[in-house]
């Protein structure tokens, strides 16, 4: 023990008895505080607005997804590494939680919604499918979206498209996506028995839809500012999309990265959930070399709420630094 430790010790011992004497002295010793009210315990839907260039964006939340424990999807990793990666940055070693961070932007004269979460589904626990609520709080009309994008038809991704009902929950959308993830995710051989729920999710959101759904292709700018760039592996079809406005450009990444750390740390690394693992984790090096090289941020759909952030590279891997929240001024009442 050095000098500092010493003189820290004999701090706390005469600052843990000077309080145990002032407690004797007033007749009390320490107790648990109780609060005046009883605090609630229900989680609001929560939303965040920003600005890209010359255009608003709200990110909304589809709500919670506890994926369990990291051994069982993250593959390639030994038990050690996984603990190790998630000790040092201060994340639970026994369970993996992801978010579904929805973008939802003005952008020319289009209003765009990319994703949409898990609707009904409760797969992964009920945690999921706050979508609609959450549109309803940050006061978007879900009859004003112009169109719908998807990144790749997994069941948390084209969920919320249809009501429970039946009815459409974005009315007026063009609905895109890539050709090759509806052609696989719709047909119950290619998805085969282990992933018949997303199939089932699919095939409900997906076919009563086709005659308004614009298969989109590489490269291609589907949209005023919005380009597609494949990424194939996680799905057939799995897309990123560039967005520029103004002066500014942002990269939705879907699935490209689950996970901040551990399919960052080491990029090779592979998720249970991909159809080409191998695949998934070379397009994961290919689009996050770039998105670190030119300094673009990011939107990460399963990252910590809001998903917004920065790529760096580390070492042979890369990092993610979320970026600081700004809260936007309100306009005069």
């Known amino acids: 023990m050095n000098k500092l430790d010493l003189a ?4 706390h011992l005469l600052l843990g008895g000077s309080l145990a004497s002032l407690a004797g002295a007033v007749g009390m010793m320490p107790r648990p505080g109780f609060a005046r009210m009883a605090m609630p315990t229900n989680q609001v839907p929560y939303f965040y607005r920003f600005r890209i260039g010359e255009s608003d964006a709200t990110l ?5 997804l506890p994926l369990g424990d990291p051994n069982g999807a993250f593959l390639g990793l030994t038990k050690e590494e996984i603990t190790r990666q998630l000790t040092e940055n201060f994340l639970p070693t026994n369970k993996v939680v992801l978010e ?4 939802v932007i003005n952008i020319g004269d289009k209003t765009v919604l990319f994703d949409t979460g898990m609707g009904s589904s409760h797969l992964f626990g009920p945690t999921t499918g706050q979508m609609m609520k959450t549109l309803a709080a940050a006061g978007i009309d879900p009859k004003a979206i112009d169109a719908v994008v998807m990144s790749h038809a ?4 084209c969920g919320g498209i249809m009501g429970d ?3 459409l929950n974005f009315p007026n959308a063009q609905l ?4 090759a993830d509806y052609d696989y995710w719709t047909n119950e051989t290619t998805v085969g028995p282990k992933l018949k729920a997303f199939y089932d999710q699919a095939k409900r959101n997906l076919t009563p839809n086709l005659d308004r759904i614009h298969f989109i292709k590489d490269h291609e700018e589907f949209l005023p500012g919005i380009t597609a760039l494949y990424a194939p592996g996680h799905s057939v079809g799995h897309t990123i999309f560039m967005i520029n406005s103004g002066k500014d450009s942002l990269c939705y990444i879907g699935d490209l990265t689950h996970h901040p750390v551990l399919l960052m740390e080491k990029p090779l690394t592979e998720f249970a959930y ?4 191998k ?27 809001p998903g917004m952030g920065h790529v760096a590279r580390q070492g042979d891997g890369f990092r993610y630094l979320p970026a600081p929240m700004e809260i936007m001024q309100l306009s005069p009442a």
């Open 8 to 11: 820290l010790s004999r701090r």
């Open 60 to 64: 909304v939340s589809d709500g919670l």
């Open 100 to 103: 579904q961070n929805i973008l």
């Open 154 to 157: 997994h069941i948390d991704h």
């Open 165 to 167: 009902d039946g009815s």
């Open 176 to 179: 895109y996506i890539t050709k």
């Open 274 to 277: 991909d159809t080409d693992p």
């Open 279 to 305: 695949q998934s984790a070379q397009s994961r090096v290919r689009m996050l070399s770039m998105l670190a090289d030119n300094r673009i941020p990011i939107i990460a759909y399963h990252f910590a709420w």
